[in-house]
């Protein structure tokens, strides 16, 4: 398989040269090459489309989230990978093992709105809470695991008609009631520590809220902790008390296998690995890193991967709006995302993260981590000056400018990466070509005297 046109062109030069060896400069040599380039390129556009078409969808869904909430309180989404980061003076064309991406530009860092910002955030998320998990499975030296996981499951009975605010309110005060009770004061010393998450889906009922909860219960017998867990008679009151219901289905406790299964089911949710990518992640989910994933932390799943009747959740929403033409859904995020606006979406119990070993990372550190890339920085390609940049801003959507990080990609060379960026500002290319020469050759001697 090839990764770049050098691989491409070695590859076929050292074809050729055999070649020329027996017949010389002629035609069938030449079409004998030919064919191989062919082939070569084929193959490598092919890779190339299949890591660019999740990519350009996603950055589609961005584009669409920051046309949906404009001039609202929720649209910092529309500055996301549009401004330069505070005190930057340029916009850097980064080059990772496989992929590009342009560094230097603000996130917005936003969980409930941003598609890609809260993809990095999940990624990060899903890690720390996986941390979590595996220090509850450790062993003491006699034998006992540290905490057995519990998940609780909270939501109040919903309809078609249902005020979504005053749902949401209802539901987060309940909780807060349900976590001063007498009840949970007594059994909070038998508790290691626990996770909320937070989330919402759209169905034929209407909107569905509901936490997730992940208790560490300080046994080793689910059975214990089943029991000490078994509040469903206080939620039901506390959601009565905010005049809502639980009609039944509105407490449920999962625990041991069930917990594995429901952390799992969005381990592969991810619509925009490449093959590699998921080998490394299933690699990551066979070495136990990975199991708790995307179910608390994240709600990103692959369309193909929707159950029938479970409702949509956001980012679902987004991109039926984003490619289907969904306007309902388009409405539908704006309704979500000015009720969630502010709210949190992960949060850990005090004392928790230093338990387990979870350094803190901010949203916006976390959204600028991007574990997309898995790896390390191999280098910074072409530095695209701030005039330079905002003109692009001016003349070019979100998907056109993603065409210098596939070109990045696809050829390695910074040359044809220049050249991109200068069809896209309208100018004259060869001209350019000349001065962006005169520009690496003044940056290669600069640096050889830093
Ligand atoms: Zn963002």
Redesign the pocket.
Known sequence: MFTSIEQIESSVSDGGAGARAVGGLDSNTSFVDQKLVDEAYESLEKQHELRSEPRRRLWAE?RSAAYLLKGKKQGR?SK??KSLAYGKDGVNVEIYDERARFGNLM????VWT?P??SRNISRIRAREANKALAWARAKDSEGFINATPMMMTLTARHGRKDDLAVLVNGLLEAKRMMFQSKKWRKIKPRIAGFLIAFEITHGKNGWHPHFHIIFFVKTSSSKEAAKLLSMKALWLRCLRSQGLSGNGHGFDLAEGDKVGNYISKFGAADGFRTSDAVKRISDAKRAGNWDLASEITAQHRKKSTRKLGSGRNPWELLEDYTHEGDNQAGALFIEFAEVFHGKQQLQWSRGLKQLVGVDEITNEDA?DADVEFLGELDRIGITISPRDWYELLKKTTRIQRLEILETAELTDDDEMVWLKVEELLGRDADRELDNYRQIKERREISYQHS
């Open positions: 961005q989404v996301c990978l996130t917005c860092g936003n941003c890609i910002c959204a």
